[in-house]
T-cell receptor, first 113, second 113 residues
Framework: DAGITQSPRHKVTETGTPVTLRCHQT?????MYWYRQDPGHGLRLIHY???????DKGEVSDGYSVSRSKTEDFLLTLESATSSQTSVYFC????????????FGSGTRLTVV | KQEVTQIPAALSVPEGENLVLNCSFT??????LQWFRQDPGKGLTSLLL?????REQTSGRLNASLDKSSGRSTLYIAASQPGDSATYLC????????????FGKGTTLSVSS
């Protein structure tokens, strides 16, 4: 199975503070994604990356920024956290060959108080 | 805009029953469709992936079918067990290069012993 880890697993932060979530892969895959999962909404795409320094917005990108300076790391930053960003955040990678399936990390549960 | 719908939202069955979970999508121009399982508080585990040119995929007691022209997929679970209790998510990838998965909201399955 693809190696993908997210950190931290849990975080509580105060409104207005910056927060960075990290996604690390050991597979050297080109495509990486950030999703958020909320009750009643399912999983929604925030941002994705198709290579080092190459990123694009998803459906719910407002209030978020991303960076990818190395193939293995994809960072998600909440510049000024709000309560509406309380959610579970998942990172995913896409297989570059074969069936081109997606593998997800274990998630980061973020609470903004 | 592609929309993915899963019906029913929740399902309760006694152990041993065969069951079908439904997924429909509005845009038939998909590259592939992937079924995931999610246990409470956990990440997503890939179950089956069907390419747009395929009609079905099987893994153990699971069988997923795809009818791209009608925008439907089904996940068949044979001889259900309490350990099958989880939320099942359907996701499609559009044909355009680099696109991410678009998810349904899931079906929460409860299998009683």
């Amino acid at each position: 199975d693809a190696g993908i880890t997210q950190s931290p697993r849990h975080k509580v932060t105060e409104t207005g503070t910056p927060v960075t979530l990290r996604c690390h892969q050991t597979e050297n895959h080109r495509y990486m994604y950030w999703y958020r999962q909320d009750p009643g909404h399912g999983l929604r795409l925030i941002h994705y990356s198709y290579g080092v320094k190459d990123t694009d917005k998803g459906e719910v990108s407002d209030g978020y920024s991303v960076s990818r300076s190395k193939t293995e790391d994809f960072l998600l930053t909440l510049e000024s956290a709000t309560s509406s960003q309380t959610s579970v955040y998942f990172c995913a990678i896409r297989e570059p060959t074969g069936n081109y399936g997606y593998t997800f990390g274990s998630g980061t549960r973020l609470t903004v108080v | 805009k592609q929309e993915v719908t899963q019906i029913p939202a929740a399902l309760s069955v006694p152990e041993g029953e065969n069951l079908v979970l439904n997924c429909s999508f509005t845009d038939s121009a998909i590259y592939n469709l992937q079924w995931f399982r999610q246990d409470p508080g956990k990440g997503l585990t890939s179950l089956l992936l069907i390419q747009s040119s395929q009609r079905e995929q099987t893994s153990g007691r699971l069988n997923a079918s795809l009818d791209k022209s009608s925008g439907r997929s089904t996940l068949y679970i044979a001889a259900s067990q309490p350990g099958d209790s989880a939320t099942y998510l359907c996701a499609v990838r559009l044909s355009q290069a680099g696109t991410a998965l678009i998810f349904g909201k899931g079906t929460t399955l409860s299998v009683s012993s």
